[in-house]
């Protein structure tokens, strides 16, 4: 059973999308500008990232906008699927529920004369013969509902409560009473980020240096400003958003994300990258399972974000794209931890237990896990044909491997861990391939 169908679109969905998203935001933005909102940018408690039922998670402004209609629909999970992926489970979509857009991007292709030019056509075409063609790229969009606005409760009891039990918060607090993120803690005492934090002094404010190239923030007791066991414990998460915030203005060097930003407070560039490092904090903070509020620096840019959304709607894919890259980065260096310490990845990508899809095929061959002669543990394997080399790997990865003992976990384990470290090498040999194959042509 296929459970990723995409629904055939109009490019016109595609922009009434966009639209739709632009006005979550405004509508969002102009709610924080009233004196009396206490709230997140997306509201709500809960968690996790939107996912279709097929267990992946969706990606872009999609990630975004999923968790805030989750939120604001008052929906308990953010799990969505389609009308035909829900009559796949024997289930149906209830009278009345209106769906949400999921939007992706297309190309329109057509030769030297006009004609149009298929897709699986195109791919197989060499370099030389793409640049006689005109890609023009579009977005689409098609519908998906949440799982509370189908039958699959009933119909499918089981499913439905391992998918609860999955996005269920687990709640930590520290002597004090404060929350804590284990992941995060373990990141900031192994220096284990793109750059280093710097959080055992007492500081007036957050803020990450480019200069130094380090994130700098107040100590965590200086968020708890007493009250309420409530809001002192809510108090831990605000330290950890902060630090999420200044951890996504480090993504935007050169060497890794590279985005620009303007010289000064006030540029529209500088703008732009704090609306980027806000939304990036909002993305990973309610992923974790608490909300982030917006900053006092950031709400003096309110009034201009809203201009140009209003001006250009298609404004927020750009600031979404970074968003999801930034955001990625984030969650892949918390996902280390989060193997480390024995919980579960937020990125389903990078969960090794996590079911392979039945649509994807594996491309690596007698793949293994093997002891190397130092004492350490490595992974080889073979793709179409080729060998890959031998891959130094982590002792605990090898320890959990080899004490797994489930086939099918172990299969799963090994498939996934292999697809990880070899990601960069399974490219240059696709792009080699590719090479042969336009020789070939």
């Known amino acids: 059973m296929n459970e990723n169908p995409r629904p055939k679109q109009t490019v016109g969905a595609g922009q009434a999308a966009l639209d739709r998203f632009a006005q979550m935001m405004i509508d969002r933005m102009e709610q924080m500008k009233a004196s009396d909102w206490k709230k997140g940018w997306i509201e709500g408690q809960g968690g996790g990232l939107p996912q279709n039922i097929g267990g992946r998670n969706y990606s872009g402004s999609n990630s975004f906008f999923l968790q805030m209609h989750t939120a604001m629909s008052g929906y308990q999970i953010p799990v969505y699927l389609t009308f035909n992926q829900a009559h796949n489970l024997k289930a149906h979509v209830l009278k009345g529920e209106k769906s949400f857009p999921v939007v992706y991007w297309d190309m329109m292709i057509k030769d030297k ?8 056509d195109y791919r197989a075409m060499s370099k030389e013969e793409r640049k006689e063609l005109t890609v023009i790229p579009f977005i689409k969009a098609f519908p998906v509902y949440n799982i509370d606005q189908t039958n699959l409760r009933e119909v499918q009891p089981e499913r439905v409560q391992k998918l609860l039990d999955k996005f269920k918060v687990p709640e930590f607090s520290d002597t004090v009473g404060m929350y804590r993120h284990p992941a995060l803690d373990e990141m900031i005492r192994q220096q284990s980020w793109v750059c280093p934090i710097k959080a055992d002094t007492p500081q007036v404010g957050a803020y990450y240096s480019p200069a130094h190239d380090m994130v700098v923030l107040p100590m965590k007791a ?4 007493g009250g309420s066991p409530d809001e002192i414990y ?8 902060t630090m999420l915030h200044e ?3 480090s993504t935007m060097t050169p060497e890794r994300l590279n985005r620009e930003m303007g010289g000064r407070f006030g540029d529209k560039k500088y703008a732009k990258e704090e609306l980027v490092a806000e939304l990036t ?3 990973v903070s309610h992923s974790m399972g608490f909300d982030k509020k917006i900053t006092d620096n950031s709400a003096a840019y309110l009034d201009s974000w809203i201009q140009t959304l209003k001006e250009e709607p298609k404004f927020i894919t750009s600031v979404m794209t970074d968003v999801n890259k930034a955001s990625e980065m984030i969650l892949d260096r918390v996902d280390a931890q989060q193997l480390n310490l024995g919980a579960t990845p937020y990125l389903i990508k990078n969960d090794p237990f996590r079911p392979l899809d039945p649509n994807e095929e594996i491309p690596f061959k007698n793949a293994a896990i093997v002891k190397t002669r130092d004492g350490g543990y490595a992974l080889r394997a073979t793709f179409d044909g080729q060998e890959t080399g031998f891959k130094p790997i982590e002792k605990s990865t090898a320890k959990t491997y080899f004490q797994l003992t489930d086939m099918k976990d172990k299969e799963a384990f090994l498939a996934m861990t292999v697809k990880k470290h070899f990601e960069p090498e399974l490219e240059k040999m696709s792009q080699s391939n590719d ?3 336009s020789l070939i042509l």
């Open 113 to 120: 004369n006009g004609k149009k030019v298929q897709e699986p």
């Open 222 to 225: 200086q968020f708890n400003q």
């Open 234 to 241: 809510r108090s831990g998460q605000e330290f950890y958003s």
């Open 247 to 249: 951890m996504a203005h």
């Open 281 to 283: 904090a909002a993305m």
């Open 435 to 437: 090479k042969k194959k």
